[in-house]
């Protein structure tokens, strides 16, 4: 059986929001298997700083991935900075509680626009430096509320089960 490490030393693999939480998680999983990690964030510069230190000095991306010209800027920059890309996870997402009744078009876009638009153009902007390689893996993170409504969540669960129809179309 091949060495999952084997597979991905040195490889260039970018985790949106890769500075706290999850993604986090993900990013030092990724270095400590071998892959030349970037590490997207928007906000938290601090403890990207600190993810980027502890993945080896992986580079920063910063974008505002509910811009599809941020994501573009960045995807720009990480064939630049990487040298290509391997692999993509897309973990950044945004989490908000509000009654549907009270939802405003702004409350909808805050959620909607990082948590599905981001994910497709991500994809989309890693898939072509992919097929340039000919090679590359895209891992997009959805939630259980992409299966399961929750209540003051509509927006959430929207965006989250559009995760999962991205992933399988």
Known sequence: MENPQSRLEGKAVLVTGAARRIGRGIALRLAAEGA???????????????????????PLFRADLSKVSEIERMFAEVEDRMGGLYGLVNNAARFSRRDPLEMTEEDW???????????????QQAA??????????????????????????VHY???????????QA
């Open 36 to 58: 030349r990690v970037g590490i997207h964030y928007l906000n938290s510069e601090s403890e990207a700083r600190e993810t980027a230190e502890q993945c080896g000095g992986a």
């Open 109 to 123: 876009d805050l959620i909607v626009d990082v948590n599905l638009k981001a994910v497709f153009f991500c994809a």
């Open 128 to 153: 072509l430096l992919m097929q340039e390689a000919g090679e590359g893996r895209i891992v997009n993170i959805s939630s259980l509320g992409g299966l399961r409504p929750w209540a003051h969540r």
């Open 157 to 167: 669960c929207a965006a989250k089960a559009g995760v999962i129809m991205v992933t």
